[in-house]
């Protein structure tokens, strides 16, 4: 153990720190400020008089103190041999840490392989297939036989005449018709009430010699003219 004598810093602190080095074994010596007691030193000023220490052997020097008993000169030297050695023993310690202490292999880099680039061959769109024209061959003798005449010929569902009437009975006749027309061919304009019409009793196809103002052209009737 290391022994530290802190005392006053007036005459009483003196006469003290000269009775304990006759009695006791001390390692190191504090003083309080000249003029002040322990009990009145704030902390820094604690802390600043153990920093400020100073050894017994230079208290001894100081106050002249020749005559040490035999055992405190023992124990002062073995004091001053593990000081000195310490150090040493430090040293010694830290370099078998060195040597014992394993190298620290540091893994090497790995180069990231570059993924393989796969070449997508560009696909052709594909060409478009023009829609084959319809059928108008056999309805074009029906058109030029009715031109001028401002006729209709209903149609069945394997392309005979049923009944051929005046363009202007063609609405009449078309909600009087029944399940057996297939279409109409005519020689007038295709307007919205023909076509309704058509539509309401499921014809399949109206052909005229052209076409009129159409808002609404129904799907289920296919609509050509002799212009087209």
């Known amino acids: 153990k290391v022994v530290t004598a802190f005392t006053d810093g007036d005459r009483g602190g003196e006469l003290i720190i000269k009775e304990l080095l006759q009695v006791a074994d001390i390692d190191f010596v504090a003083r309080a400020p000249e003029g002040k007691s322990v009990e009145d030193l704030t902390q820094k000023e604690i802390v600043r008089a153990l920093r400020q220490k100073i050894p017994v052997e230079q208290v001894l020097d100081q106050y002249k103190i020749k005559s040490q008993p035999k055992k405190r000169r023992e124990i002062t030297t073995k004091r001053k041999s593990l000081i000195r050695e310490k150090p040493l023993c430090v040293r010694s310690t830290m370099e078998r840490a060195e ?9 090497r880099e790995v180069m990231a392989k570059p993924e393989p680039t796969i070449e997508v061959a ?3 769109a594909p060409e478009a297939v023009p829609e084959p024209e319809p059928e108008r061959e056999w309805f074009r003798a029906h058109m030029d036989e009715l031109d001028g005449t401002l006729s209709a010929r209903i149609m069945d569902r394997n392309q005979n005449v049923l009944k051929e009437v005046a363009v202007r009975d063609l609405a009449r006749e078309l909600k009087e018709a029944n399940g057996d027309v297939s279409g109409v061919i005519f020689d007038g304009v295709v307007t919205q009430r023909i076509l309704d019409i058509a539509a309401e009793k499921g014809l399949e196809y109206l052909i005229g010699a052209k076409m009129g103002n159409i808002a609404k052209s129904p799907s289920c009737v296919r609509v050509l003219t002799k212009e087209a």
Do not use: C, N, S, T
């Open 99 to 107: 040597v014992i202490a394993p190298r620290r292999v540091m893994p």
């Open 122 to 124: 560009p696909v052709a």
